[in-house]
């Protein structure tokens, strides 16, 4: 399974998503340190071309290709682009994605949107690209950041957490279809990181107020999916606390877990871009 991945003999280009901060930048750097060609994408061009100057230090080539993946239109010409640039896609990270906290009625039509677009058909959309080529070829990888979340709905993020389920069996499927292709799969299941994505979803807070052993880091997250990725493990949970709260979540019981969970909940009662009086008035209630 190892030759799948960059090695000095078979070097490779992977195309990153979410490339501009997080797991998303420690995976582009996690793969360029490997020998690996990379294209980082996101929207953020600058934060992309700051990295790609960075990473082509390490004598591998990296470009940015700023692209707003929510848009179709964009995503349609990413195959192109790269070709443009002499480089062929043998590993596809789909690292890019967006949450929002809050009871359902206080998040606002276009976060609960973008949650859809971004984390769940873009990554469909991009793997529709990109991996028939590597079927063809007869090699590939695909590495997928799902979340622990993927194993348990989640009173207070549920549009995010359905949206990481989703790429979770999307991603396990493809796993099996891929398989005797020579095309390994692989779902990558973070706990908590603290990187943009816990300030932007509103939860900064929340992390802040968690204590230092309970949280993965993004460079050791990144390191830990690409493993997996190279010996096409199915799913991996990189730390033992969130491995157990997963295995957890796929045996206990939904109905005792989701009671436990809405009146226990972590997360913050009403989207934060939401005053109080508007949640009020979109139906958010306090739990009884
Ligand atoms: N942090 C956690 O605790 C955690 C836990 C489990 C799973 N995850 C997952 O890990 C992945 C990476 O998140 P992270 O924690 O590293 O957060 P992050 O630092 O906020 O990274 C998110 C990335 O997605 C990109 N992005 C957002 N909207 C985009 C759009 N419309 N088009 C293109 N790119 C877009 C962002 O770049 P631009 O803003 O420049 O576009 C950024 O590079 C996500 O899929 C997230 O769901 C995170």
Redesign the pocket.
């Known amino acids: 399974m190892t030759r799948r991945l960059p090695t000095a003999t078979h070097p490779s280009t992977a195309l990153v998503?979410?490339?501009?901060?997080?797991?998303?930048?420690e995976l582009a750097a996690a793969l360029a340190a490997r020998g690996c060609d990379v294209v980082l994408?996101?929207?953020?061009r600058d934060?992309?071309d700051a990295l790609a100057r960075r990473l082509s230090g390490l004598g591998v080539r990296a470009h940015a290709l700023p692209?707003?993946?929510?848009d179709e239109a964009a995503r349609r010409e990413l195959p192109a682009a790269v070709a443009d640039l002499g480089l062929e896609v043998s590993i596809l990270c789909?690292?890019?994605?967006?949450?929002a906290a809050g009871d359902f009625v206080t998040v606002p039509e276009e976060h609960r949107t973008?949650v859809l677009r971004?984390?769940v058909e873009?990554t469909v959309d991009l793997c529709g690209r990109f991996v028939p080529p590597m079927v063809r070829r007869g090699s590939g990888a695909v590495l997928t950041?799902?979340?622990?979340?993927s194993f348990l709905p989640m009173p207070r993020m549920a549009t995010?957490a359905a949206s990481?389920a989703a790429l979770l069996s999307f991603t396990e499927a493809l796993h099996a279809e891929l398989r005797p292709h020579g095309v390994a799969v692989t779902a990558l299941?973070?706990?908590?990181?603290?990187?943009?994505?816990?300030d932007?979803a509103g939860l900064g807070p929340q992390v802040g107020r968690m204590p230092a052993w309970a949280l993965?880091d993004?460079r050791r997250v990144a390191e830990r999916g690409l493993d997996a990725l190279a010996r096409n493990r199915r799913v991996v949970v990189p730390s033992a606390l969130y491995r157990a709260s997963a295995a957890s979540a796929r045996v206990l019981p939904h109905a005792a877990l989701l009671g436990l969970l809405r009146r226990g909940s972590p997360f913050p009662a009403r989207w934060p871009g939401a005053t109080a009086a508007e949640a009020r008035d979109a139906g958010a209630l306090p739990v009884p």
Do not use: H, Q, W
Not at 41 to 44: D, G, K, L, N, P
Not at 67 to 70: Q, V
Not at 94 to 99: I, L, M, R, S
Not at 145 to 149: A, I, T, W
């Open positions: 998503t979410g490339a501009s901060s997080g797991i998303g930048a994408v996101a929207r953020r934060r992309l692209c707003d993946l929510t789909n690292g890019a994605g967006v949450g973008a971004l984390n873009a950041v799902c979340s622990l979340l995010y990481k299941c973070p706990g908590t990181v603290p990187t943009e994505f816990m932007l993965d993004a």
